[in-house]
């Protein structure tokens, strides 16, 4: 053998060696490796976690590497993670150190060490979870919302108690000029009512604290609004009534102060939860019937009282025309209020479900006892104090003070709707529900997703046969993703209910389209994985 | 040497192509790749991990048709049961017909645990009037702690890859019918 020959050989024995332990080394490798898959993480996937975590953590089967990590806010911004460490079979990532109240959504994308790319989602939410995405953005603003009530009551009082007393100035009291100081007051804390309004519903709207009132950004944010022309017009009603007061007695002053009276009627309906419901043809005019009524009987209560302190005669006559017409104001302000309830409140339920449904009931209390001194005036005082007895006047006006303190506090009342959805609305969102058909050759499944827009929502699929028969699957996944936006499948494992599959809740931080699928373990051996897509809205 | 080094790439590459396709199927998956039709076929059911990082303590197979006379292997430290049922048609025992055996083997009352590694076996007879070229299936459910199960039950659609899968099910090619 030559060495050249010699040496061949070698090598060939080496290959050969080498060709082996190759195709020993991937078989083994092969039948001891697998894909890897997440076992845990932490905040695990769907919790509430009181603090932001500092470090996320996702440990899977076997050391990987990501290829892509990508954290969806509570707003639904998205941000890519680039700060993490590797630690054995763990990826730990360390999030901005701003993360705010609200769910967020980890989508992760690893390739393990056989170089098959894996991925999916994580949701976690910090203090509380995502119940409204838009609506915990922001904390809410105390002073703020106090400087919008304070607003809103004195708007009331400007608009109701001046406006209304200049109405009743001049068409039950005859011009007179004893209530003159009262009624003014009242328009001024009204016009100051009118600008704070327009002020704090800029700061609300922005979303800025109460430092920045004066920015004029924040008044024209809070002009443009629908609570803009309210304000236009509230501020022409108080200078109307104003005018009304400066024009004396006679016609002339009368028909200004039923303009103003019809002007703040009218800056009300333009705005405010009840002026925005449906049906819109009765919803404006009854709002604009119900506080054109409250204005004439809120106003008349300054200006009897003034009489009677004044003089006793020209106080029976006052309250004389007063009594007269003050049954069809209560007449108009209960149907309309009835109406307007009714709309707003829908079912009995909402009364003592919702924050809406309690004011109203704390407001209706009011209103009972201040119809139990309406009436006591009206059948027992009012022909006593129209005769001129003392003590009938005695307790006439101080039962007019009583109702003048309940129409306050009942204001008062009112003015935090602003602050509460009527459970008109809160029902207009839990029936806005999605509803996806899906279909394999195995199964069929009706999905509903309520409410359909981002949040949290909840699924729920009843699942039958093909041919519609009875199906009682083992169990039941819901995956959804969202490969537009890059969003791995977030999965969740299905409750079984009386006749549904439920997941009661899952955060989805953006809207588009998204891909749905069930992952339907009919027996132990037999899947089927049925796939769809839902819309979801912002 | 230049050879040499050529050869060496190529095996390289292959290598890398090889040990790249089968990770890419290492669920649980069958040792024995393919098996001709009319023959007896040793399954090696290979369990690479857990559930979720916990430790398998039972082993369900169900038995696909056509695989007859299956006679599953004992474990040390497993409970061996065999779920018998009657089989979709009759099958040929050296001229007796055979019509209904074993359809599910459980293995149960193990401890595998996540970072350990164990085959599970069985063996039977691969009927002789299946089809060569197709797949026979042999789904497996691995049972851990808390309720925890995988399942490798997923079986391709016509025009799906079993990489497709998420839970593929161990499957073994059947080839022509050899001998005779």
């Known amino acids: 053998m030559t060495p050249l020959c010699h040496k061949a050989l070698s090598l060939t024995g080496t290959l050969q060696r080498f060709v082996f332990a190759i195709l020993l080394w991937s078989v083994m490798t092969a039948a001891a490796s697998a894909h890897a898959s997440l076992n845990t993480t932490e905040p695990r996937d769907g919790s509430v976690v009181s603090t932001a975590p500092r470090v996320i953590a996702l440990t899977f089967s076997e050391p990987v590497s990501p290829t892509s990590l990508k954290l969806t806010r509570p707003d639904g911004s998205i941000a890519p993670l680039k700060n993490f460490v590797l630690k054995d079979k763990a990826v730990e990532i360390t999030p901005p150190g701003d993360l705010k109240d609200g769910s967020y959504l980890l989508s992760w994308r690893v390739v393990s060490e056989d170089g098959h790319p894996i991925g999916g989602s994580v949701v976690f939410s910090i203090g509380r979870s995502n119940a409204d995405v838009r609506g915990t953005a922001a904390d809410i603003d105390w002073p703020v919302r106090a400087g919008l009530w304070i607003g809103k009551l004195a708007l009331y009082v400007g608009l109701l108690f001046g406006v209304g007393g200049a109405f009743a100035i001049h068409w039950f009291a005859d011009g007179s000029r004893n209530a003159l100081r009262q009624v003014l007051a009242t328009l001024c804390i009204g016009f100051a009512g009118a600008l704070l309004s327009a002020g704090f519903q800029g700061l609300d709207t922005v979303g800025e604290p109460i430092s920045r009132l004066v920015a004029p950004a924040v008044w024209k944010a809070g002009m443009a609004t629908s609570f803009g022309p309210t304000v236009i017009f509230a501020i022409a009603a108080l200078a109307l009534a104003g005018l009304a007061l400066a024009s004396g007695r006679g016609r002339d002053a009368r028909w200004i102060s039923i303009s103003a009276v019809i002007t703040a009627a009218f800056s009300l309906c333009l705005s405010g939860h009840a002026s925005a419901a449906d049906p819109q043809w009765l919803m404006r005019p009854a709002v604009f019937l119900h506080v054109a009524a409250i204005a004439i009987w809120a106003g008349a209560l300054l200006p009897l009282l003034a009489e009677f302190g004044q003089d006793k005669e020209a106080g029976g006559a006052a ?191 953006i809207p588009g389209r998204w891909r749905l699928r069930l992952d339907v373990i009919i027996s132990d051996f037999e899947i089927t994985r049925m796939e769809g897509e839902i819309e979801i809205a912002p | 040497m230049l050879k040499a080094i050529t050869l060496k790439t190529i095996i390289t590459t292959t290598a890398i192509l090889v040990f790249g396709s089968t990770a890419a199927l290492a669920h649980v998956t069958l040792e024995g790749k393919d098996a001709p039709v009319g023959s007896t076929y040793k399954a090696v059911l290979r369990v690479p991990h857990g559930c979720e990082g ?82 026979l299936y042999f789904p497996v459910i691995q049972e851990c702690p808390e309720g925890l199960k995988e399942r490798w039950i997923e079986v391709p659609a016509a025009g799906q890859k079993a990489s497709d899968l998420e839970l593929p099910a161990p499957g073994v090619k059947l080839l022509q019918k050899t001998g005779n």
Request: aromatic share 6%; hydrophobic share 45%; no cysteine.
């Open chain 1, 319 to 509: 309250l004389h025309r007063f009594s007269v017409f003050i049954p069809w104001a209560v007449l108009v302000l209960a149907v309309a209020g009835g109406v307007l309830a009714v709309v707003q409140i829908r079912t009995p339920a909402g009364l003592v479900t919702t924050a809406y449904g309690i004011v109203f009931l704390v407001k209706l209390g009011l209103l009972a006892l201040l119809f139990a001194l309406a009436a006591i005036n009206r059948w027992k005082l009012t022909s006593g104090s129209k005769k001129g007895e003392p003590a009938a006047i005695r307790q006439l006006v101080r039962s007019i003070a009583a109702e003048t303190v309940i129409l306050l506090l009942i204001f008062a009342v009112a003015a935090t709707w602003r602050f509460t959805p009527p459970p008109r609305t809160l029902l207009a969102e839990v029936q806005r529900t999605a509803a996806v058909h899906l279909e394999t050759s195995k199964a069929v499944a009706d999905v509903k997703i309520t409410p359909d827009r981002v949040g949290q929502l909840a699924i729920s699929a009843v699942i039958a046969k093909s041919d519609r028969s009875l199906l009682d699957p083992q169990e039941v996944a819901v995956v959804l993703s969202n490969p537009g936006a890059g969003i791995e499948p977030i999965r969740r494992k299905a409750e079984k209910g009386k006749d549904s599959w439920t997941v009661p809740d899952i955060v989805l931080p």
């Open chain 2, 54 to 135: 916990k430790p398998t303590n039972t082993v369900r197979v169900q038995i696909p048709e056509g695989f007859y006379g299956v006679k599953p292997q004992p474990k040390a430290g497993w409970t061996l049961d065999k779920v018998k049922g009657a089989y979709a048609k009759a099958y040929d025992n050296h001229g007796s017909p055979v019509t209904e055996g074993v359809k599910e083997v459980v293995w149960s009352g193990g401890n595998l645990g996540d970072d350990e590694y164990d085959e599970f076996v069985l063996r039977g007879t691969i009927a002789a009037d299946l089809k060569a070229g197709d797949m």
